[in-house]
């Protein structure tokens, strides 16, 4: 199986957005993609609302955030270390973004999906990252929870 490359092509960009790209087990496992599911305790249009509104994003994350809410729009989120473009907005089901460290060589992006399900009362986040460095596994792998499931399970339960 051919290892996807840092830089995505056009291609590689519509088969991630339209979900043709297959994800990592849950397992922890080195490689350039992660998936996670995470619940809430929050319909989906209030997880959706918070991941696209900067002042809630704020909230949550206690640092600063930028955010287009649009389609094509951009972000610059944890006082511009993390940087991208929305690339398709589901209304409360869907959010996928052009997403890099700001660290990373110019024009480097990966791919991040949040699948919003209807869970129970709640939401379930079916979360996948991919075509980032492999060397980036680790790092990123533990900073989704550290940096948005944790404090976003905190914010909506204070």
Not at 21 to 43: V, Y
Not at 72 to 86: D, H, M, S, T, W
Not at 92 to 119: C, K, M, N, T
């Amino acid at each position: 199986m051919p290892r996807m490359t840092t830089q995505l092509t056009r291609r590689q960009v519509g088969l991630l957005v339209a979900g043709g790209a297959a994800a990592s087990a849950q397992s922890p496992r080195k490689g350039t993609t992660i998936h996670q599911e995470i619940d809430f305790n929050a319909p989906p249009a209030r997880i959706y609302e918070i991941l696209l509104d900067a002042k809630q994003f704020s909230a949550f994350t206690k640092d600063t955030a930028e955010i287009q809410p649009t389609a094509g729009g951009a972000f610059r989120l944890f006082g511009g270390r993390i940087e991208g473009r929305n690339v398709e907005l589901v209304p409360d089901q869907r959010i996928v973004q052009a997403w890099r460290p700001a660290s990373w060589d110019p024009g480097v992006y990966s791919i991040v999906r949040f699948e919003l399900v209807a869970h129970g009362s709640g939401t379930r986040i079916v979360f996948d990252h991919t075509g980032f460095p492999e060397d980036n596994w680790e790092h990123l792998n533990a900073g989704w929870p550290r940096n948005y499931w944790d404090p976003l399970r905190n914010y909506l339960n204070g």
